[in-house]
Structure formats: C-alpha cells, structure tokens
C-alpha cells in the first residue's frame, strides 16, 4: 500500500466553525507533513512530525492546530479560520530516519472558508 | 533566503516534441533534487529525483540534467504526449535527515498540443 489518503475531499466551513481535516498511511511512514497550495502555486509547507513529534512549525497561525495520534494518522484542527485560508491542504508522508526517501502526497482537502 | 527559481511558467509543446523546464537553486548544502508532476485535483507525484554526484539521470523520456557549478538543472520530457500536460514542479533539500523539508519552485505549467 502506498497511498497517503484525505478526508474529507471537500469542505466548506463558516469563519466560526471548528472542523478537521485527516490524513492516514499504512506505509510505515514516521515523517508526515501538511502543505497548503493556492492555485498555481507551489505546495508551501506548515508543519512536519517525525516520530510523532512535531519537529517544524513554519510559523503557521494558531488557528491551525496539527496533531499526530499514532505513527499512521494525521489531523489538521481548523478553528475561527479566515477566506484567505481557502485553499487545497496536502499532506505527505516519508520515510523517517534515512536518507532521500521521496515524500508520498495524498489528493489533498479542498477547503472554502465563507 | 532559499529559494528555486523556475521557468518558463508555462510551456505550450506539440505532441512529439521536446519539453524543457529549469530550475535555479542558491543553497550549496542541498543536494536532493527531484522534480514532481501534478494534475488537476490530485497531489503531486515525484517523477524524477537526481543528486549531484552526477550530471544526467534518464528515466524512460524523463531526464534531469545537473550543473552543479551553476546551480542549474533541468527537466527534459522527449517526445512529449498530451498526457504529459500537468503542472511539474523542481524542489531542493537535503538528502539526508529525519525531516526532508523541500524548497518548491513556482511551477511550470505544460500543455502538449496533440
């Protein structure tokens, strides 16, 4: 299995709303990433777990809280977020501990912030 | 600062023909180069990886070439097809480590004209 799958595909949510967006592998992945990407731009990366740890946060709102239950799944908690949030939320996975190994996407989350 | 600059931003080729997509680093210490491929509504996808210990790495019509002197490189998509038609990014890292975090470029968009 080398997937990295997304839940929900979709989603939209009010400003005041609170939401999640999850992500899992059965890859025995131990670094997991989420990346938000607008149109046509580049995937720009928030936040990376290695070991379930959160390792990098690239000074992401606090409205955005990450969190790592297990060394399969990923959730991203949404909270009082703004419209300029709207965009495709990617998450990855990789091979931890080891050199090069290639960073597997999911689909992505499309999220629409009213 | 880190950054890759990529051009062109979109390339329009006919079927059959050569695709030609290039990357400008300025970080010396990365030495993981791959490039991914992305369609619409999906993740992006690692389509080729070189490092710097060589110039040219070929895989089927996908090429990357290597100018470690001037920081350069390049993807090369021979005899193009219109399902090649997607939006590829180069990125930058380090090989090694637990984390991996990846410099995108900006992205060229690549139409094949049938």
């Known amino acids: 299995d080398t997937e990295v799958t997304q839940t929900p595909k979709h989603l939209v949510m009010g400003m005041t709303n609170k939401k999640s967006l999850k992500c899992e592998q059965h890859?025995?992945?131990?670094?997991m990433y989420w990346y938000k990407q607008k149109a046509k731009k580049p995937p720009e990366l928030m936040f990376v777990y290695s070991y379930e740890k959160l390792s990098i946060n690239e000074s992401v709102p606090s409205r955005f809280s990450p969190e790592c239950p297990n060394s399969s799944l990923l959730n991203l908690h949404l909270h009082a977020l703004q419209p300029e949030d709207s965009a495709l939320y990617l998450c990855?996975?990789?091979?931890?501990?080891?050199?090069?190994?290639?960073?597997?996407f999911g689909p992505g989350t499309r999220l629409t912030v009213l | 600062q880190q950054q890759v600059k990529q051009s062109p931003q979109s390339l329009i080729v006919q079927k059959g023909g050569i695709s030609i997509i290039n990357c400008a680093y300025e970080?010396?210490?990365?030495?993981?180069f791959p490039w991914y491929q992305q369609f619409p509504g999906k993740g992006p996808a690692l389509l080729i990886a070189i490092r710097p210990d060589v110039s040219e790495k070929k895989e089927g019509r996908f090429t990357i070439s290597f100018n470690k002197s001037a920081k350069q490189f390049s993807l090369h998509i021979m005899d193009s097809q219109p399902g090649d038609s997607a939006t590829y990014f180069c990125?930058?890292?380090?090989?090694?480590?637990?984390?991996?975090?990846?410099?995108f470029g900006t992205g060229t968009l690549l139409a094949v004209q049938p």
């Open positions: 970080n010396t210490a990365f030495d993981y």
């Open positions: 890859m025995g992945h131990r670094a």
């Open positions: 990855a996975s990789r091979k931890a501990g080891g050199p090069g190994h290639e960073q597997f």
């Open positions: 990125a930058t890292g380090a090989y090694g480590g637990a984390t991996n975090k990846l410099i």
